[in-house]
């Protein structure tokens, strides 16, 4: 658990909003629980996402799942995570707590789906997705962090 400068404690969902003004709205347990559900909802619209939905529709939803699954896993550790879309950013704080990155890091190339892409679309020089491994890389990494929580848990 991290302090502020007052001492108090701050939970893995404290920021500092636009102005300044901290914020703690929830336990860690609770947190990490709220994200994994969240990363569920993207992973079930990425499940029925068909051929023909666009690549920064496919995309962002990754993004999405990757990144609430990261924060969720960050905040069983007890670690705050900042106010970011950068999976490789979040895939490094759980590195610096002893996580390997390895079998997750492919997803740091969903990135610029969050927020590039998704308002700009992808050039013609984007590789496309491979929607078969990408669903399948969010499936395990969404795994993963349900075990932790059922450790956590004692479930």
């Keep these: 658990m991290k302090t502020s400068p007052t001492g108090a404690t701050l939970s893995t969902t404290f920021w500092r909003g636009r102005y300044g003004k901290e ?13 994994l559900q969240a990363a569920e909802r993207d992973l079930l619209t990425l499940r029925g996402m068909t051929a023909g939905v666009p690549e920064e529709s496919f995309g962002f939803h990754v993004q999405q799942a990757a990144e609430k699954s990261f924060k969720a896993w960050l905040a069983l550790l007890g670690e705050t995570y900042p106010l970011t879309h950068n999976l490789e950013a979040l895939l490094n704080l759980l590195a610096a707590q002893g996580i390997d990155k ?14 590039e892409f998704r308002y700009e679309g992808v050039d013609s020089s984007t590789e496309p997705i491979d929607r ?20 956590v848990e004692g479930t």
């Design 132 to 151: 078969k491994g990408a669903l399948a890389l969010v499936e395990a990494l969404l795994g993963q962090v349900r075990r932790e929580l059922a450790k």
């Design 102 to 115: 390895k079998p997750f890091g492919k997803l740091t190339g969903y990135t610029p789906y969050a927020v």
């Design 23 to 35: 914020r703690c709205s929830m336990s860690d347990v609770k947190c990490a629980r709220a994200m």
